[in-house]
């Protein structure tokens, strides 16, 4: 059991410390209370959540456009006025 202070814990979870505070207080992530000030986190219960949150099917997004418009092919002509 590896015990990591809050601070940590976000930056293994990159979310700021106040998230972090309300994922341990609605349960979601164990912590324990160390000093009446101190709370650690043990990095393997990070680890497990960060693995249960993570999606196996990656997301399906629609094909990009172009922003330019399509170029007509044109054939040179002798005597035309190139612009």
């Known amino acids: ?7 940590e814990a976000a930056e293994l979870l990159a979310i700021s410390e106040s998230t972090l505070e309300k994922l341990i207080a609605s ?12 709370v650690r986190i043990d990095r393997a ?3 497990a ?9 990656e997301p399906v997004l629609p ?7 399509a170029v007509r092919p044109c054939t ?8």
């Open 49 to 57: 959540y960060l693995a249960a949150r993570k999606t196996s099917v």
């Open 1 to 7: 059991m590896e015990l990591i202070k809050k601070k």
């Open 76 to 83: 040179y002509v002798p005597g035309m006025k190139v612009v």
């Open 27 to 38: 349960k979601k992530l164990p912590s324990y209370k160390v000093t009446p000030k101190a």
């Open 63 to 69: 094909p990009r456009r172009s922003k330019t418009p």
């Open 45 to 47: 219960d990070v680890e």
